[in-house]
């Protein structure tokens, strides 16, 4: 008897016991698919979970006692010094992610539009934050301050943390105007728009998505750095991560166990604005 369905495809047509195999096939690679992303997430965020049962346990470390919000009294009545750390550390990271995230915008612009001389030699130098550990940075930078007689301090912090927060939005940007529509400048220029209104209100707007994608990476960057910020501060330049190693000495204190949640909730609420920012950005457009 002729088969129809191998006249009009050329293929023998499969079996029951064949689709019946390929189907168990897909369920089994779906089930380990499965099973990996639920180790990655436990692995992920199994040590805040950790954190925020910690801020609210009685005891101060070891199991479970009791809930109390103990520690949350001690952090916001009782913890000057970690206030501090942490206004040092805001002040450093907004600051050095706003002056990152201007340099590295107008350099990502001129090294994509302009040709010059030396133009591939910045983009290799421009990495080399980015790839060299930070040990090396934080004895380059300190070593810079002492040449100079940089007293270390903020100011010291902000400068090492704008040179290697740089890299970062540079790189960001740069992959940005490569999806860049150039007929949008040219259309600007010819409804008789200046070279600074085009700037301001075509190719910045284009940029917006990978330039706050840059400072947030740098605010980031520079909250958690440890070791370049070991290096170049100084009395009276403690940041929160310098803080927390102080601890260690004495053991750590589950008031940052409390101060980590409510920065994770700040950051869950920040990310909800910001997403609903580029929306509404991406909207108007």
């Keep these: ?59 101060k470390s070891g199991a479970f006692t009791r809930f109390s919000l103990d520690w949350y009294r001690k952090l916001f009545f ?14 450093v990271a907004i600051t ?4 990152s995230t201007i340099l590295g915008t107008l350099a990502a612009i001129g090294t994509a539009w302009h040709k010059f001389r030396g133009r591939g030699y910045i983009n290799v130098v421009s990495f080399l934050p980015m790839v060299l550990p930070e040990v090396i940075l934080g004895i380059s930078m300190l070593i810079f301050f002492s040449s100079l007689k940089i007293q270390l301090g ?14 970062f939005v540079y790189l960001m940007v740069l992959a940005r105007l490569d999806e860049f529509d150039f007929s949008t400048m040219e ?6 728009a200046t070279e600074a209104q085009t700037i301001t209100k075509v190719v910045i707007p284009t940029l917006m998505p990978g330039i706050a994608a840059g400072f947030l990476m740098s605010v980031t960057l520079s909250l958690e750095d440890f070791v370049i910020t070991f290096f170049v501060s100084g009395p009276g330049s403690t940041t929160l991560p310098l803080y927390v190693y102080s601890m260690i000495r004495f053991g750590v204190s589950p008031v940052i166990n409390a101060l980590s949640f409510i920065m994770i909730l700040v950051t869950m609420f920040l990310a909800f604005l910001g997403k609903n920012f580029l929306k509404t950005f991406a909207a108007a457009k």
Excluded: Q
Aim: aromatic content about 10%; proline content about 4%; hydrophobic content about 55%.
């Design 1 to 59: 008897m002729i088969n129809p369905f191998k006249i009009a495809t050329g293929k023998k047509p499969t079996s029951e016991n064949a689709r019946h195999a390929r189907r168990a096939n897909v369920r089994r690679k779906k089930s380990v698919s499965f099973v990996i992303l639920v180790a990655t997430l436990l692995f992920l965020f199994l040590p805040l979970v950790v954190v925020i049962v910690d801020s609210f346990n009685e005891a």
């Design 78 to 91: 009782e913890s000057d010094d970690l206030w501090h750390a942490l206004l040092n550390s805001l002040l």
């Design 96 to 99: 050095s992610a706003a002056v």
């Design 154 to 167: 903020l100011f010291t912090i902000f400068v090492a943390h704008t040179t290697f927060c740089l890299p």
């Design 187 to 192: 259309a600007a220029y010819d409804l008789g």
